[in-house]
C-alpha cells in the first residue's frame, strides 16, 4: 500500500511561490496516477491538477498558467510548483494517488496523505 506524505507548505505573500513535495512510500507509485486537492474552510475538497501515470496532466481552470505538477518516479515523489500565488489559493493541500481512477472527483481517488496548509496573505 502507498503511503502519502506532504511537505512545503507554509505562509507567502500574494504573487510570492512555494513548491509542495508528496513522497510516497510502499508501492509501485509510477503505476499510480496521482493529484493535488485543496480544501480551504468551510468549502468541499476540489482538484488542484491530475497527472496520470502515463505523462497527461489536467489542470483546474483556476490555476492553469500558475502551478505546474511534475513527478521523480526515481524518488517516488510529486511536486506542486505554485507560482503567482492569491489569496483565494489559500487552503490545505492534499496530495491523492489511485492505482486506477484518475478523475477529478475526489472522494474516488483511495490514497491521501495527511495534508500541508498553505496560507497566502494579501
Known amino acids: 500500500q502507498v503511503l502519502l506524505v506532504e511537505s512545503g507548505g507554509g505562509l507567502v505573500q500574494a504573487e510570492g511561490s512555494l513548491r509542495l513535495s508528496c513522497a510516497a512510500s510502499g508501492g509501485t507509485f509510477s503505476t499510480y496516477n496521482t493529484g493535488w486537492f485543496r480544501q480551504a474552510p468551510g468549502k468541499e475538497r476540489e482538484f488542484v491538477v491530475i497527472n496520470w501515470s502515463g505523462g497527461t496532466t489536467y489542470y483546474a481552470s483556476f490555476v492553469k498558467g500558475r502551478f505546474t505538477i511534475s513527478r521523480d518516479n526515481a524518488k517516488n515523489t510529486v511536486y506542486l510548483q505554485m507560482n503567482s500565488l492569491k489569496p483565494e489559493d489559500t487552503a490545505v493541500y492534499y496530495c491523492?494517488?489511485?492505482?486506477?481512477?484518475?478523475?477529478?472527483?475526489?472522494?474516488?481517488?483511495?490514497?491521501w496523505g495527511q495534508g500541508t496548509q498553505v496560507t497566502i496573505s494579501s
Open positions: 491523492a494517488a489511485d492505482p486506477q481512477y484518475g478523475g477529478s472527483r475526489w472522494k474516488n481517488w483511495s490514497i
